[in-house]
């Protein structure tokens, strides 16, 4: 509905400068907008994109901008007036709300109002007692202008109606709507004088996704080890089996390691050892053999039709099915046969293995992304996601995308959202930080992060501060493991159950999407090969009997956390953290609200595993919203407590390391407070 | 010489997402690039362009990256390898220095480093006493690839002769210079494969200006008030023959108030009077009369010739002189007559006068950049410019550039600067700070700013901050006026001479440019309408009666300001500014240096006009690289000071309100200081 018109738009070459004088309005630093528009924001349904610039033109010109927005694939864009933010600033906002899956574009207009200049000069005029015999004309002839552009138009009616309602040589007072008319206003803008219109040069992207895509709880597990039967290989059905005790403990998101056939050529043994004995499951991750590649299913996990039944009992639970897809090949893979030109091959004839010098990993043989058929790979790629898609999986965990092309993760991502824009892809890069923000940016839809290793308050406050403050959170979701197969990071290893609270309850209420592995996480397993951060006797290379009911379990705990977070929407976000003054290094307090301001959460964490720590929590009450006098109701143990000043004494032992407070304000009666807002 | 081909570059289309797989690297976040390289960066001859970029790819590729730039008019790049940051930054850095005026244009290429991926493989293996045969062959096959890139280009031998000398089927010893010689490495970047170079998707510019656009000393003066006779009319022949006076001062750029012929219609009287008696001058402002437009010298001021002698004398005294240019006519200007379409028509059928409702400012009309013959006028605006650098004037001071269009400078400063590289504009905005520095970015060499409200160190501080320490300082360069003739601060009315010491002292080292409207300054004029800062009798309106060779005059002191900027490199910039720590609210210390860091000067000034204030000045010693033994040198009173800990007491009055320490370092020997590093 609102396109610039090139009427006046005239190019000048000066010195091979082209400046086109289309609009004296200038429209720059518009936020949010990634690498110069390059890559799309993300957001889920639900979420505003709330959308600054600063607007501005020479002299004392008043103006007016608005936000368009519409979905990539409509053609009607939809149009909000931009507000002021400030005098001074020249910044202005305003903000929507996509309502549905896929891409939604973004860009701003804006131009100088000649009406309103006429309206504020004329009315200063008025006020000072000069004549305005003329400035009414000028006025009634912009009015004209309008209807003339309106010509047609829903709108055109209701001008001519003004314009006879002020008359051909109108006095003073008939010409009042001129001045005051609200709607009159609203016309103006609707029929401004578009020649002249400044188009934001870039149009911007926003990715819309599912919720999941930013708030979810995931779970990991090996279903190999999941049999009743100890040591017996586990199956796809024994998962159905059993899968309400993962969702007792609220987790919403169960995601398997690699569930296709193990390659048996190079197989790793116990502990990644190079030599493996008959019997050995071998790793995951090994993918391929003569039984199929990665649109099959290993035949020890079972069928088709059980994974059918996996996928449908989790949707009973409220729980949806990720798969994690490692694009690798066993040299037992049918790809290496079927298509020896996807892989790399050296000056001997042979298929290269996957090595960091001098580090050897020969039951493993990488794709060639760069090869002369490197289209019909990635298109195959791109298969092994549809495939899977069709099965009912719409959660996909990427194992090490850091270590292929960027430009394939785009044309993949791209591709599958296409048809599917409902699909979540999580990377699971442990790389250096632009490599990870790169792989956001080309589109997955969670990452990974460093939260692992991140256990200082300083370390907390500052990775989450660039997480969560700066432009990365308009783009990189984070997903927060408090441990992996892969990574049993030291804190777990020397600080007991209480670090397990501690790491949890930190993943759970900083970032709106977290995971463990387990039953290793809620068993509190801390024995690592000595000197690494690998599980000892890692459950990757061998089958595990776990006592799922061991009476020293947290799961009950970690119950508690995945209630809170689904009832709280302050954690369904994580733009809204903010770290909060506690007088110790070993505790840590932040808040966070929904974007709304209506749930105010506070969390004080004990990162101390050892021993009772206690300090002075100060709020900024004015800033939070809240009175002097409130309610603070942890949400854990469901205790409250008054506070009726900004600094209160917290303390918290290990084996209980946390608040979760819900702040509660008073209602304006003496007898209560509003335990429900 | 190097360009990206498009050999292996393939469109993909995948959901109307269009992916070329022309490489996996990633060039971003390149410094410095404005407004995504909508607009250019600045430059004077002899200032470097330090570019940085986030460089990356996938895996464990090495990569090379390569700066090209070159003038914009020339065909062939030159190429500087960029260098690493720091491991896990994935930070590049490179540097350039463009050697002529005018336009230049840089960019970024990286590619993966195929042959240095090879080497750092092989060598590893090497060390872990691997069997390298097959890696010999395919480092080989590298250099053969190398060798038929190069084909017929300067190092097509070279290569050749590495190949003859490795022989076909090498040993190790044979293929040793495949892991060590430094040339071949030089080859092989030369020869890389570019068939997947990426090209960072822009063209940066920069435009390369004289010094003077950064580091210039300003003296504003109204040559009507420069007669010896009191109270006669001035004129340019008067300001020859005093030109002296102005270059003792140490001033490098003298400006005047437009030199037009002056409106009568509507004339101004003392005072900003709305009626003026016969024999009132008038506003310089007010341009244009039967005598002529902006193309005309005021006759009481002398001719043409009077013209040449005053630019030629200046010259002699190494003073550019520059011209006020004041885009607007008075009610008499000969453009109203022979143009009325370049000015704004009421209904009625009366010329519009500029206002401010309800200010009226009858003796001004406003020219209509958005008329149906916009492109006349702009053509003839930039002919003025042309007509007065004919005329040997280079530096042009621009009135109000903020109620004109930005689109309209744009071409302007464009325009002129491709026939005229040396021309310089300094822009006479005190407008929001967004229109302030859009201006800057459209071109302005040079902008005036808020200095002259920024009094207190917490505003000094903060507003340093913005224009030396962010990305403005690529494109906007301040010049710090102390007063101008429509600006008499309130620091100055009620400081005393102390007040001017201290603001001169401040502008001089705080910031490459200054100035002063003088002799007003010079000789302490404290007198304003009340309530206002206009000066009381002002200058703009009539003619003054200066004398010269008061004894109170602070002359003496400016002179040794600007003889202390001319010595000192460290003041030639903005960008090495660095506040530093000092015990008081009322004393300010910083220090600059020039980029090669060799001349450290650390300025302290007492803020206060009224009152003797002493602190501990606290230098950061390690990181301004000097020993804890070293002198400090006043360059304003010769006085030095050998300190021996990075705290150390300093105590101003406000009679001599600054100290400006030139950093001596002890040389290595017991006897002397190097006084002259």
């Known amino acids: 509905m609102v396109e610039s018109s090139s009427r006046h738009r005239a190019g000048i070459d000066a010195s091979g400068e082209s400046t086109a004088f289309d609009s004296r309005v200038v429209i720059e630093h518009v936020q949010p907008e990634i690498d110069a528009g390059k890559f799309p924001i993300k957001r889920v349904l639900g979420e505003r994109v709330v959308v600054t610039a600063n607007v501005h033109t020479d002299g004392h010109n008043a103006l007016r901008a608005v936000l368009l927005y519409k979905p990539s694939h409509g053609s009607q864009w939809q149009m909000v007036e931009m507000r002021s933010a400030g005098a001074g600033l020249d910044l202005y906002h305003a903000e929507f709300e996509p309502d549905a899956l896929g891409t939604y574009e973004y860009t701003l207009q804006a131009w100088v109002d000649n009406f309103g200049n006429w309206r504020r000069d004329t009315t200063r005029k008025i006020a000072a007692g000069q004549d305005i015999g003329v400035e009414i004309c000028e006025g009634r002839a912009l009015l004209e202008q309008a209807a003339a552009r309106a010509a047609g138009a829903t709108g055109t009616s209701e ?4 314009l006879n309602m002020i008359g051909d040589s109108p006095s003073l007072s008939q010409s009042s709507p001129l001045f005051t008319d609200q709607r009159l206003s609203e016309l103006m803008l609707e029929f401004a004088e578009r020649g002249r219109v400044r188009r934001y040069e870039r149009t911007l992207k926003v990715t819309v996704e599912p919720q999941e895509a930013l708030f979810s709880s995931w779970y990991e597990l090996f279903p190999r080890s999941w049999s009743p039967i100890a040591y017996k290989h586990g199956t796809l059905s024994d998962v159905t089996a059993r899968l309400k005790y993962v969702a007792d403990m609220g987790f919403d998101v169960v995601y398997l390691p690699p569930i296709h056939p193990i390659g048996t050529t190079k197989r790793k043994g116990p502990n990644n050892s190079l030599e493996s004995e008959p019997g050995d499951p071998g790793s995951p991750w090994a993918i391929g053999s003569q039984e199929g590649g990665h649109k099959s299913i290993h035949p020890e996990l079972g069928t088709f039709e059980d994974f059918a039944a996996l996928v449908d009992a989790a949707k009973r639970l409220g729980i949806k099915l990720a798969l994690d897809i490692a694009f690798q090949c066993s040299p037992d893979h049918p790809y290496v046969s079927e298509h020896p030109e996807w892989f790399y091959h050296r000056p001997d004839g042979s298929i290269k293995y996957a090595e960091n010098p001098p580090k050897k990993y020969e039951d493993i043989y990488p794709l060639n992304f760069e090869s002369e058929s490197w289209q019909q790979l990635w298109d195959e790629l791109c298969d092994v996601i549809f495939f899977w898609i069709e099965k009912g999986v719409h959660i996909f965990r990427i194992d090490n995308p850091h270590t292929k092309p960027y430009p394939f993760w785009q044309y993949l991502i791209a591709k599958v959202k296409s048809r599917h824009p409902e699909t979540v892809f ?7 930080p632009r490599i990870m923000e790169q792989l956001a940016k080309c589109g997955f839809s969670q990452s990974y992060t460093y939260f692992t290793w991140r256990t200082s ?3 907390i406050t500052n990775y989450l501060h660039e997480l969560t403050q700066t432009q990365v959170v308009e783009f990189l979701r984070p997903n927060f493991f408090a441990n992996t197969p892969d990574i049993l990071p030291e804190n777990l290893q020397y600080g007991g159950p209480s670090s397990f609270l501690i790491r949890a309850t930190l993943a759970a209420t900083l970032s709106a999407a977290w995971g463990i592995y387990g039953p290793a996480f809620e068993l509190c397993v801390n024995q690592a090969v000595p000197g690494t951060e690998e599980y000892l006797d890692s459950e990757k290379y061998e089958i595990k009997n776990w006592e799922f009911n061991d009476q020293r379990t947290i799961a ?3 119950g508690r ?9 302050a954690l369904h976000n994580n733009r809204t953290l903010r770290f909060l003054e506690i007088n110790s290094d070993e505790l840590i307090a932040y808040c966070k609200t929904d974007p709304r301001g209506t749930d105010l959460l506070i969390t004080v964490v004990n990162l101390d595993p050892y021993n009772v720590q206690s300090g002075y929590l100060t709020l900024p009450l004015e800033e939070l919203g809240i009175d002097a006098d409130f309610q603070v109701h942890d949400l854990i143990t469901d205790r409250r407590y008054n506070w009726s000043s900004p600094t209160n004494f917290v303390q918290l032992p290990p084996n209980a390391p946390a608040y979760i407070f819900k702040v509660r304000k008073r ?7 509003d335990y429900f807002v």
Chains 1, 2 share one sequence.
């Open 561 to 569: 956390l995945n209630q809170i977070r689904k009832s709280h929407p």
């Open 457 to 459: 308050k300083w370390e």
């Open 159 to 162: 001008l001519k109606h003004y």
């Open 556 to 558: 009950p705990y970690l």
């Open 426 to 432: 999580l990377s699971e890069a442990f790389a250096r």
């Open 667 to 673: 209602v304006r009666r003496e007898f209560d407070f």
